[in-house]
């Protein structure tokens, strides 16, 4: 090519761009309903995933397992209501026995209960009342302390011999611990 001779245009890529559509692009960028529609479908994906994933683990093991839609083993369903065991026959005397024990010692219980309960109340109010007597008294040497520090001269200067005081008592109660 000689200086005078013009560059050849480039030819565009054979697969051909598509142009850019704006109004898809702003639909999808800033639509709520596009939001939502996305927001169903990984939903639907997600719970089908756990659906299929429970269904591949328990492999049909448990009844209450099975797939939608199918009918329940005959070993799940209930029995019929025939008492096996005599003693839990309402129609015999030896039950009216039991059922007079059985409830004494229901209410025994819910006594029980009850005191424990009372007792729990109880402690957790004393917990409540030292706590605030704690906070109380934290609150009263805290404030004591701002007040000692901060103490000032006439001319705007911290007084230092509430503070050799406080330093005093805090060496005090190091050494005794």
Known sequence: MSQNEPCPPVAPPSGGKKPFDKKKWRENKYSKKTKVDQWKGQREKSLKHRYF??????????????????PKPASTLPAADTPSNPALDPTTAPNKKWHSIKQAKQEFEARQQKAEKRQKAEEKKKRQMERVEALKQYRQKKAEKFKILSQKTRKGQPVMAGRLELLLEKIQAQSNE
Do not use: E, T, V, Y
């Not at 049909?60 to 839609?69: D, F, I, R």
């Open 53 to 70: 994933k429970m269904m591949r683990k328990h492999d049909g093991a448990n009844a209450n397992m099975a797939p939608l839609g199918s």
